[in-house]
């Protein structure tokens, strides 16, 4: 069964650098989330989008963004990059929130590691 | 605010043996759904097994199964027949009905001795 599709998958950047990951969700999924792990830390919760629209904030910086496309693809766009925003980003997808079957499946996961 | 605790940070189980693991959560929320993901080495999140609030039946995937105490708020993980292929960190996670976040435990490392 097709995933959710993240890339990169790794990716090195410098400080003050932006860096943009991109997620392929699950296809007829219309919800997307962005989730950063730290070492050693559980998951928090970025941001999400359902139907093209924000739909709840998280613990996002200010210096990141996001947005979900027509095609429901999603970006999320960091810049101003510190050593701090080193970790694992976690793209994950589900059917609307409404929905019985609204399990969220997750990424592989794009490793950014800021030096 | 919803909160997801796990108590135990670390658990080792001898390979073939039965193991749980705790998860506690703090909602005022009466519909919702808890979830058990798996993150093996490789970090991929895998979702073990879930549990809808309304559901007095505790879900059970095949080895997995939970016990899911409503009035306590704790939602367990039970492991039978532990392989080592179970060997991750697992997460307890906690979601009210139309909302969007996934809300997570710290985790706790699950270690399989052969």
């Known amino acids: 069964a097709a995933g959710v599709i993240q890339s990169p998958r790794h990716l090195i950047k410098e400080k003050r650098e932006t860096a943009t990951l991109k997620c392929y969700p699950i296809?007829?999924?219309?919800?997307v989330y962005w989730y950063q792990q730290g070492p050693g830390q559980d998951p928090q919760f970025l941001i999400s989008?359902?139907?093209?629209?924000?739909?709840d904030k998280g613990s996002i910086p200010d210096r990141f963004s996001a947005q979900q496309f027509s095609d429901y693809h999603s970006e999320l766009n960091m810049s101003s990059l510190e050593l701090g925003d080193s970790a694992l980003y976690f793209c994950?997808?589900?059917?609307?929130?409404?929905?019985?079957?609204?399990?969220?499946?997750f990424g592989e996961g794009s490793w950014l590691t800021v030096v | 605010a919803q909160t997801v605790t796990q108590s135990q940070p670390e658990m080792s189980v001898q390979e073939a043996e039965t193991v749980t693991l705790s998860c506690t959560y703090d909602?005022?929320?009466?519909?919702?759904?808890l979830f058990w993901y798996k993150q093996p080495p490789s970090r991929q999140m895998i979702l073990v097994i879930r549990?809808?609030?309304?559901?007095?039946q505790n879900a059970t995937e095949n080895r997995f199964s939970v016990n899911f105490q409503k009035a306590a708020k704790s939602f367990s993980l039970k492991i039978s027949d532990s392989q080592l292929g179970d060997a991750a960190m697992y997460f307890c996670?906690?979601?009210?009905?139309?909302?969007?976040?996934?809300?997570f435990g710290q985790g706790t490392r699950l270690t399989i001795n052969p």
């Open positions: 994950a997808s589900s059917l609307g929130p409404g929905l019985p079957g609204n399990t969220i499946y």
């Open positions: 296809p007829r999924h219309d919800t």
């Open positions: 989008f359902y139907e093209k629209m924000q739909s």
């Open positions: 909602t005022s929320e009466s519909d919702y759904y």
């Open positions: 549990q809808e609030a309304y559901k007095q």
């Open positions: 996670a906690y979601r009210v009905q139309g909302a969007q976040k996934l809300v």
